[in-house]
């Protein structure tokens, strides 16, 4: 006999989907900005071109577009139909890619977390950054959206993937259980994640050891929920390739029901990309 709970989990859409948005550039101003923890802090961004924002899942990023050369604003590219198209003979302003963390439409409002890192465009900008300043906004191009609806998801990643870890948990419902992995700087560093969901959470305080370095030795002393589960992880690249390798080969997890982003990659820049085999 089959049990009213089993007849919804045996009807439960598990499909995860590649949604697809128009590209659009905006111009948006600073309205505020909070320290979330001494590592993090959240800008606020409003305006008129946020109008048609859409975010589908906390796997997005957008592009952001920071001023350069003591400018008040950032050079956005034109949208072409190949893509975006910058102006001959000009520099290309300096980007990054980000987690949109919370979108309000009614006020046309955006959210980005930055990790202040002492370095480069990004964490050099949002440092200094005051209201009335303006940054650049394109995308996101598409979105990767995982059903909320899997018995339990594991989260794992360093302090860059916390937008997306806070916004992925306060998305799950009553019903879903968590397990989160997250290795920041120190305690300082940890930030509140609520969520409906039955969460369990695992800060690791790296200290001096190499970013990234904690999170596969660690992910070995968890045991994970029975059912049917979702692993998100991003951060520093060749750890969460370990951590993929790890969860894969040993573990026995579909890479199908695995989520794995390099966020960045020590000893180069800019980098954002997905790690599959």
């Not at 573990?251 to 199908?256: L, M, Q, V």
């Amino acid at each position: 006999m089959t049990t009213p709970t089993e007849a919804t989990h045996s009807i439960r859409d598990l499909t995860v989907q590649r949604v697809r948005h128009p590209l659009k550039m905006r111009m948006l101003r600073v309205v505020r900005t909070r320290l979330v923890s001494p590592q993090l802090l959240r800008v606020t961004l409003h305006g008129a071109d946020l109008a048609d924002f859409v975010s589908a899942s906390f796997d997005d990023h957008v592009k952001v577009f920071f001023p350069q050369g003591g400018a008040d604003r950032p050079d956005l590219p034109e949208v072409g139909p190949n893509g975006p198209v910058f102006a001959e003979g000009q520099p290309r302003p300096p980007a990054r890619d980000y987690t949109p963390r919370r979108y309000d439409p009614v006020a046309r409002e955006l959210d980005i977390e930055f990790v202040l890192h002492g370095d480069g465009p990004a964490s050099t900008w949002a440092a200094r950054a005051k209201p009335g300043q303006y940054l650049g906004i394109g995308g996101p191009r598409g979105s990767f959206v995982v059903p909320t609806a899997f018995d339990w998801h594991l989260l794992v990643g360093d302090e860059t993937a916390l937008p997306a870890i806070g916004r992925r948990l306060e998305e799950l419902g009553t019903g879903t259980r968590a397990l989160v992995v997250v290795e920041v700087p120190d305690a300082a560093a940890e930030i509140p994640l609520p969520s409906a969901a039955n969460v369990e959470v695992h800060w690791l305080h790296r200290g001096d050891a190499p970013e990234g370095s904690l999170l596969e030795p660690a992910l070995r002393k968890i045991a994970l929920p029975h059912g049917e589960g979702y692993v998100w992880a991003a951060g520093e690249s060749a750890a969460i390739k370990l951590v993929r390798q790890h969860l894969v080969t040993e573990r026995g997890i579909a890479k199908t029901r695995i989520r794995a982003s390099s966020y960045w990659k020590r000893g180069a820049a800019a980098v954002h990309e997905t790690l599959e085999d």
